[in-house]
């Protein structure tokens, strides 16, 4: 049984900006909440849209979007239900990390989630048991985060089992979004992500990668917008028209480098580079022993290089690059 509170309802015509308390009692605050900001948007019949950013904290472009989204949209413009939750996990969001600093959760590996865990495992449960009952359509918009760079990509997520209406539907939904690259991910198992919830209620799930390093660009947050205003116009919920696309490249992410001991990492190649297998992906070197050879790290597949690691000092473990190719 979910403790969360929200202070706007679902079925109460017109638009509400309000909040879902958290519960978060602690030693400077016996009653506190934690108030994640929600906006909800009624007018008549048409689609059931959830709209999310912030699931990871660091990643922004999807959080300005939103946040304007919601000073910006007027009831009259959409018809429908549309929430939208600019900043999803707020702790991690307020503190400009990845995982929460209260309970270290990453909300997108904390679905189903707990409705007595710590505020991530309740943030979870809300929204799985909640809010994407409610909706058909789940879009969340991530970015590589403070330790990331990518190309951009918009992505769609479904369990091998899902019917035929919903993988095409699905499809036609992503290749709608404007983004050049679109990636379907196929598996069993939404590995605790939000998808775990549109899996298991069986809605479509609209996701992507709009840039990264922590920090903004006008084109990421152009393309995020874009984004948002055609997935709104895809399903019906505004009737902005847009220009028929150029059809994307469907992709395949593949081809992760793990670094293998702590250094220096120098890449060799930049974000879109077409590869070979064997080619060198970057050096790692040790400036804290000078007289250490480098250590070549080679890519061991052939594909385009769509993410890569942003901050130089790495550890053991630590992801430096991944590819994607064509589907197929
Ligand atoms: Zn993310």
Redesign the pocket.
Known sequence: MTQVKATVDFETLGKQVGWLRVPHSVTRSAYGVIPVPIAVWRNGAGPAILLTAG??GD?YEGQVVLTRLIQQLDVKDIRGLLIVIPSLNTPAAIAGT?VSPLDEGNL?RAFPGDPSGGPTWKIADYVHNHLVPIVDVVGDF??G?TSLSYRPHASTHYAPDASDALKARSLAAVKALGVPHVAILENSSGGGAVSTATRKHNKIYLNG?YGGTGSLTQSGIALVDNAVQRLLAFFGATDRHFDPLPEPQVLRLFGHVYVPEPGVFVPATELDDAVKAGDLCGQLIFPENPQRPAIDMLFERAGDVVCQRHPARVDRGDCVAHLAGPEG
């Open positions: 699931t990871h990643e990845r997108n991530h970015g985060g990668e």
